[in-house]
């Protein structure tokens, strides 16, 4: 898997989080747990993508 195809993935999973993040902050039923769980694994997947294009402009 070359690094963009990897970055567009963790793009886009990043992008579902946030939708999930925001649908989850709407719910009435919003379990703060649950919210701060996606919030942490959205901030992990934002310094993996970071990192990466960091790499990859070293690279070249």
């Given at each position: 898997?070359?690094l963009?195809t990897h970055?567009s993935?963790?793009?886009?999973?990043?992008?579902?989080l946030e939708?999930?993040?925001?649908?989850a902050?709407?719910?009435?039923?919003?379990?703060?747990?649950?919210?701060?769980e996606?919030?942490?694994r959205?901030?992990?997947l934002?310094?993996e993508i970071n990192r990466?294009r960091?790499?990859?402009?070293?690279?070249h």
């Amino acid at each position: 898997m070359s690094l963009q195809t990897h970055l567009s993935q963790l793009a886009r999973k990043h992008e579902a989080l946030e939708r999930e993040i925001h649908e989850a902050i709407h719910r009435p039923s919003a379990n703060d747990l649950h919210i701060a769980e996606l919030k942490r694994r959205k901030l992990l997947l934002k310094d993996e993508i970071n990192r990466l294009r960091g790499a990859g402009d070293t690279l070249h």
